[in-house]
């Protein structure tokens, strides 16, 4: 009898090994194929996310130059509401001014008195009002040179009230009102 065959032999080691390596190879290919399409799917999404980020960008660019020229718009607008109000410096010192504005204008200041002082609050701070009364010794045309030589001096802190004019006794009456910021204290 002849001794049985033995079933491992090199022949069925060799398929046997290129049956394994052939498993391994196909593994090894489509291991690799995933890995490339994946990597084709991330590029893609890249270049989605990059449009989408620049889309994004410029969005928000827009309405960054939307809200500053509203903000333009609005500071504009609060420079010229700002500049509508009067500059007020000191209250114009009629009592102190007087006589030299009557020397000017030609007239006799026959007397200044200060009527009332009071202190207005405004959204823009305090505001010293005080009322005069002149009465003035002189021609009609020289009052008048008088009044607009108090207009010039006190610009926007000069207020007319009243005024009244005796040409035969050459006699005329004033009432001015003057505003301006109140002195500080110590001044």
């Avoid at 960008?57 to 020229?69: A, P, T």
């Avoid at 207009?151 to 926007?156: I, P, Y």
């Amino acid at each position: 009898m002849r001794p049985p065959k033995s079933k491992v032999t090199p022949l069925r080691i060799g398929l046997t090994a290129s049956l394994i390596l052939a498993v391994l190879h196909i593994l090894l290919l489509g291991w690799t194929y995933q890995r490339r399409a994946a990597a084709r799917q991330l590029d893609q999404d890249l270049e989605v996310l990059q449009e989408n980020f620049g889309q994004l960008e410029n969005i928000k660019q827009d309405q960054l130059d939307q809200l500053q020229l509203e903000l333009d718009r609005i500071l504009g607008e609060v420079a010229e509401l700002e500049a509508s109000f009067p500059e007020l410096g000191a209250p114009f010192a009629l009592i102190r001014r007087g006589q030299e504005f009557a020397d000017s204008s030609q007239v006799e200041l026959k007397s200044i008195t200060r009527m009332d002082t009071s202190i207005q609050e405004t959204a823009s701070g305090d505001i010293l009002r005080e009322e005069f009364s002149l009465e003035l010794g002189a021609s009609l045309e020289n009052c008048v040179s008088f009044i607009r030589t108090i207009e010039r001096a006190g610009q926007d802190t000069v207020v007319m009230q009243y005024a009244s004019f005796w040409p035969v006794e050459e006699h005329c009456t004033l009432e001015l009102i003057s505003r301006g910021q109140p002195p500080r204290e110590g001044e």
